[in-house]
């Protein structure tokens, strides 16, 4: 049974920054993407960024220019560090991983989310 956990979040003002984590656990998991998305209250679940097993990056147009996505493959752990946060940026945050089963071949796992307030 593969699990993700996420943490990290919590309450910063505007203008700071804070580092999500996102570890997934379980023997022998080969993952290939992680990456994360959020959701605002009351609107659609947003792509955030992922990142490939070879640290290829991508990055949604919310986050290019404050967010960087990055990763221990060793630890199967993803992070989001976040900077300048706006109110906006107030969601639920969600890690996902494209868990590996055969040749080209994956399984979308998500978290259970972490939720992130910006506010003065």
């Known amino acids: 049974q593969v699990q993700l956990v996420e943490s990290g979040g919590g309450l910063v003002q505007p203008g700071g920054s804070l580092r999500l984590t996102c570890a997934a656990s379980?023997?022998?998991?080969?993952?290939?993407?992680m990456g994360w998305h959020r959701q605002a209250p009351g609107k659609e679940r947003e792509y955030v960024a992922t990142i490939t097993s070879d640290g290829s990056s991508h990055y949604g147009d919310s986050a290019k220019g404050r967010f960087t996505i990055s990763r221990d493959n060793d630890k199967n752990t993803v992070y989001l560090q976040m900077n300048s946060l706006k109110p906006e940026d107030t969601a639920v945050y969600y890690c996902?991983?494209?868990?590996?089963?055969?040749?080209?071949?994956?399984?979308?796992?998500w978290g259970q989310g972490t939720l992130v307030t910006v506010s003065s």
């Open positions: 379980g023997s022998s998991i080969s993952i290939n993407a």
């Open positions: 996902d991983a494209d868990k590996v089963i055969g040749p080209n071949s994956y399984l979308k796992l």
